[in-house]
């Protein structure tokens, strides 16, 4: 966009070049990003002059100049949910620092929402799309073939958690980590479990879930409750209060109730209290992911850890690379806090 002079006219680059003595194409390739570059007491010049005129670059003739729009889109379910905004403050970290720029979309798991997103960022030309976060079990063609006509035309794509046939990014063994979890659970003396499965039409929360109980049933335990519910923090809450109804949690028998994310174990904390339930003593809780500040909590809340900002910077620097993306697995660990603390102790 061009600037202002103070008589209101704007500032147009033929303006600069006249101001420096170089012709218009000599001033574009200065101050657009060309391959060809003046000399560089010629650079100067250009330069000094559209700052005394108070001139700004064209976005789009940059990107003509450079073949580069320097912008790159990441998708994600809810920005106001720590993991995903540890996850965007990684990427930011992995772009570095030669000024390429970061544009956001939330899509509140709407998959309407992320296909219009994908489309957004084709159309303003973004050198590369990054999508976060669990996906339906169910294939979105639509979406597959936007990413593919995508990529078709040169547009790098990666995921960050969960992948998808035509793209390599940052995958979570999250059953393997759940897995972990669960035998830390059981070596600490938890026998009764309850199981916060959130919406297993979502491959990350079943994967998690199958990964726990199939650990607790290799050592002969089965879980009291398997319940389904939103995979947020009101979900965890609703769901654990219709246990507390149910009679599954109740004072004085404790139960160990896994939360397939954090968000829902914060939630389920929040409705154990109001219950007049005790933490961990009558209902201990475990998540998963260890968001910012969950070792805040009281009690502290035991997790499995994700290197969330990792994973982000991973995937950004991924996509700065050219050719085709790879598949890296990330894998979590568990981290025992005091929502958990040994049986009996």
Do not use: W
Not at 48 to 56: E, I, K, N, S, T
Not at 166 to 186: C, F, I, R, S, T
Not at 254 to 275: H, I, K, P, S, Y
Request: hydrophobic residues 40%; contains cysteine; glycine residues 12%.
């Amino acid at each position: 966009m061009a600037a202002t002079e103070g008589n209101g006219v704007a500032v147009r680059l033929a303006d600069v070049a006249r101001e420096a003595g170089v012709s218009p194409a000599t001033a574009s390739r200065v101050l657009n990003g060309s391959s060809r570059k003046p000399a560089e007491e010629i650079a100067d010049r250009v330069r000094v002059a559209a700052q005394r005129l108070g001139y700004f670059p064209n976005a789009q003739a940059q990107a003509l100049a450079r073949n580069t729009a320097g912008l790159v889109g990441l998708i994600v379910h809810d920005i106001a949910d720590p993991y995903f905004s540890s996850i965007a403050r990684g990427v930011q970290q992995g772009l570095g620092e030669n000024g390429v720029q970061l544009l956001l979309n939330s899509t509140g798991r709407d998959p309407q929402r992320e296909l219009a997103a994908v489309r957004a960022f084709m159309s303003h030309r973004t050198d590369a799309i990054l999508l976060a976060g669990s996906r339906s079990q169910q294939e979105d063609h639509e979406l597959m073939e936007a990413l593919r006509r995508y990529q078709d035309n040169g547009g790098r794509v990666a995921m960050i958690g969960q992948p998808l046939p035509a793209a390599g990014g940052v995958q979570l063994d999250n059953a393997g980590a759940a897995a972990a979890l669960a035998d830390e659970l059981l070596k600490l003396g938890h026998r009764r479990f309850a199981v916060l499965a959130g919406d297993q039409s979502l491959a990350t929360a079943r994967d998690r879930v199958e990964g726990f109980v199939g650990k607790l049933r290799d050592a002969g335990v089965e879980p009291v409750a398997v319940r389904e519910g939103a995979f947020t923090r009101d979900g965890g809450y609703h769901t654990a209060g219709d246990l507390v109804r149910d009679g599954l949690l109740e004072a004085g028998r404790q139960t160990c109730v896994f939360c397939a994310n954090d968000v829902m174990a914060l939630g389920t904390m929040t409705a154990v209290r109001e219950r007049g339930l005790r933490l961990p003593d009558d209902v201990a809780v475990a998540g998963f992911d260890d968001i910012p500040t969950l070792g805040d909590m009281f009690p502290s809340v035991t997790t499995v850890r994700i290197p969330l900002e990792e994973i982000g910077r991973m995937a950004g620097e991924m996509v700065m690379e050219d050719g085709d993306a790879r598949r890296l697995v990330v894998s979590g660990h568990p981290v025992l806090r005091e929502s958990t603390r040994p049986v009996g102790a």
